[in-house]
């Protein structure tokens, strides 16, 4: 059962790490509006960035440059918004955007730099392939006997914030859709 946070309520960055500690912790509804002028600006990026790596584990996607939230994009700088006033921190936040394409994913891995670790999802892909997010827990890497593990799968759906501490290993099984799956990362650094 994936622990669902109200929209409004102010959470300092203090009270959303402790709530992840046994699990992710998911907002819906955070700025879904925002949402198509978010995916025209990453697929223009996207489309822009033809032939240029950036060093990334999304096998087969593309990944943006660490500087999402500098774009100025109205639509960018309103999502930029809208999650400081969740995460309730003056901490820079360092962020990309990242596109599944039929036959990419995101292999496990974490974010050990960052103390809190975000992922906004802008489009769920094609709606007969939704591919969710799958998190490790107990998501604060506490050593626990292998019956204790388990995993939280999070679909996508526009406006969705999901949250979980950088040392939660986490992965994107393979997208089979032909529509892109546009998602933006964050981290709260330590």
């Keep these: 059962m994936i622990q669902v946070a109200a929209t409004t309520v ?3 960055l203090s009270q959303l790490v402790a709530q992840c500690r046994d699990q992710p912790v998911v907002y819906d509804g955070v700025r ?10 990453v697929i223009a990026r996207m489309q822009g960035d033809r032939g240029r790596r950036i060093g990334s584990l999304n096998v087969g996607g593309w990944k943006s440059a660490e ?4 774009w100025p994009d109205d639509a ?3 999502l930029r918004r809208a999650v400081v006033e969740i995460v309730g921190t003056s901490r820079p936040l360092v962020a990309w955007a990242m596109v599944n394409r039929a036959g990419s994913q995101h ?13 906004y999802y802008v489009t769920t892909g094609s ?13 604060d890497g506490r050593l626990t006997r292998p019956e204790d593990r388990h995993e939280v799968a999070v679909d996508p759906h526009p406006g969705r914030l ?6 939660t290993w986490h992965s ?8 892109p799956r546009v998602t933006i990362a964050f981290d709260v650094r330590r």
């Design 107 to 119: 292999p496990r891995h974490q974010h050990r730099t960052a103390i809190l670790v975000g992922v």
């Design 127 to 139: 709606p007969e392939a939704v591919t969710p997010t799958v998190f490790e827990c107990p998501c």
């Design 162 to 167: 999901a949250f979980c501490r950088g040392t």
């Design 76 to 78: 960018v700088q309103d």
């Design 67 to 70: 500087d999402f939230f500098t």
């Design 32 to 41: 879904p509006d925002l949402c198509p002028a978010l995916e025209r600006a």
């Design 172 to 179: 994107v099984p393979k997208y089979a859709g032909d529509q």
């Design 10 to 12: 102010d959470n300092p």
